[in-house]
């Protein structure tokens, strides 16, 4: 039997009993119909993956005991994905896409020309969390509140490169700006900024253009979606800067069901 794969917020250690929300527990016991000493894994992004079992706690609830570690924590990349807000699906799709191409932070970013004018963070962050679920990571990222694009760059963190998608096609290639990092560039904490559909304002790439460690690229010859622009920008900057380039770990993984074979 395949584990199901869980994200809690309690701490993880052997021999204890982790209460498992509702919903968790409905997954459980109504879609994946999983009985009583059924397999589990469980994350919380801070104590690595622990083998856990299924047990009853009454009629609706239950929790996980918790058995063996099976992964230490690991360092991730720390990456930011700020973002202008598109539509409902296409939000969706950059919160769970995002987070399988391994961003530490998503941080929607109010521009002059967002069209869209609420975003539902809690909706994002379950996104995130199920995405992490199904692709064997050991964190979820932070998901922030939006910010207005000027309040973000007012205050920047000193150190952190920014990495600027200019659809005005002013930038040079992104391949060859991220390829030609030293070593010392490649290990700083990074952002990537994406604009809305109808672009920044001038005064925004102004602003952008005068953090100190910015740097400006073009995302090739093609005008893509914003949605679109943020993952092939995030792909890139995992092959050439991220963890892409360590080797990757062998994981007894069945890719149709995205579960883990335990």
Same mark, same amino acid.
């Given at each position: 039997?395949?584990?199901?794969?869980?994200?809690?917020?309690?701490?993880?250690?052997?021999? /204890?009993?982790?209460?498992?929300?509702?919903?968790?527990?409905?997954?459980?016991?109504?879609?994946?119909?999983?009985?009583?000493?059924?397999?589990?894994?469980?994350?919380?992004?801070?104590?690595?993956?622990?083998?856990?079992?299924?047990?009853?706690?009454?009629?609706?609830?239950?929790?996980?005991?918790?058995?063996?570690?099976?992964?230490?924590?690991?360092?991730?990349?720390?990456? &930011?994905?700020?973002?202008?807000?598109?539509?409902?699906?296409?939000?969706?799709?950059?919160?769970?896409?995002?987070?399988?191409?391994?961003?530490?932070?998503?941080?929607?970013?109010?521009?002059?020309?967002?069209?869209?004018?609420?975003?539902?963070?809690?909706?994002?962050?379950?996104?995130? /969390?199920?995405?992490?679920?199904?692709?064997?990571?050991?964190?979820?990222?932070?998901?922030?509140?939006?910010?207005?694009?000027?309040?973000?760059?007012?205050?920047?963190?000193?150190?952190?490169?920014?990495?600027?998608?200019?659809?005005?096609?002013?930038?040079?290639?992104?391949?060859?700006?991220?390829?030609?990092?030293?070593?010392?560039?490649?290990?700083?904490? &990074?952002?990537?900024? /994406?604009?809305?559909?109808?672009?920044?304002?001038?005064?925004?790439?102004?602003?952008?253009?005068? /953090?100190?460690?910015?740097?400006?690229?073009?995302?090739?010859?093609?005008?893509?979606?914003?949605?679109?622009?943020?993952?092939?920008?995030?792909?890139? &900057?995992?092959?050439?800067?991220?963890? &892409?380039?360590?080797?990757?770990?062998?994981?007894?993984?069945?890719?149709?069901?995205?579960?883990?074979?335990?």
């Amino acid at each position: 039997m395949s584990a199901a794969r869980l994200f809690v917020e309690a701490d993880l250690s052997s021999g /204890i009993e982790v209460p498992l929300e509702e919903a968790q527990v409905h997954y459980l016991r109504h879609v994946l119909r999983r009985p009583d000493g059924a397999p589990l894994l469980l994350f919380n992004g801070r104590d690595g993956e622990w083998r856990g079992t299924l047990a009853a706690r009454g009629k609706k609830a239950a929790v996980a005991e918790i058995g063996d570690l099976t992964r230490a924590q690991e360092s991730e990349p720390d990456v &930011w994905l700020c973002f202008a807000p598109v539509k409902r699906a296409r939000i969706d799709f950059i919160a769970e896409k995002a987070t399988e191409l391994g961003v530490s932070v998503l941080q929607p970013v109010v521009t002059r020309h967002t069209a869209v004018e609420r975003v539902n963070v809690a909706r994002l962050r379950a996104n995130a /969390i199920e995405a992490a679920e199904q692709t064997e990571r050991l964190s979820v990222p932070e998901v922030r509140e939006p910010i207005d694009l000027g309040r973000l760059l007012d205050a920047w963190p000193a150190g952190r490169r920014l990495l600027m998608c200019d659809e005005t096609g002013g930038g040079p290639p992104i391949g060859d700006v991220l390829g030609q990092l030293d070593d010392a560039a490649r290990a700083a904490p &990074w952002a990537i900024l /994406i604009g809305p559909e109808g672009g920044f304002a001038e005064s925004e790439l102004g602003a952008m253009r005068r /953090i100190r460690d910015v740097v400006s690229v073009g995302l090739g010859p093609r005008i893509l979606r914003a949605d679109t622009a943020a993952l092939a920008a995030l792909a890139c &900057w995992q092959a050439l800067v991220g963890d &892409w380039r360590r080797p990757t770990p062998r994981l007894a993984t069945d890719y149709r069901t995205s579960k883990v074979t335990v």
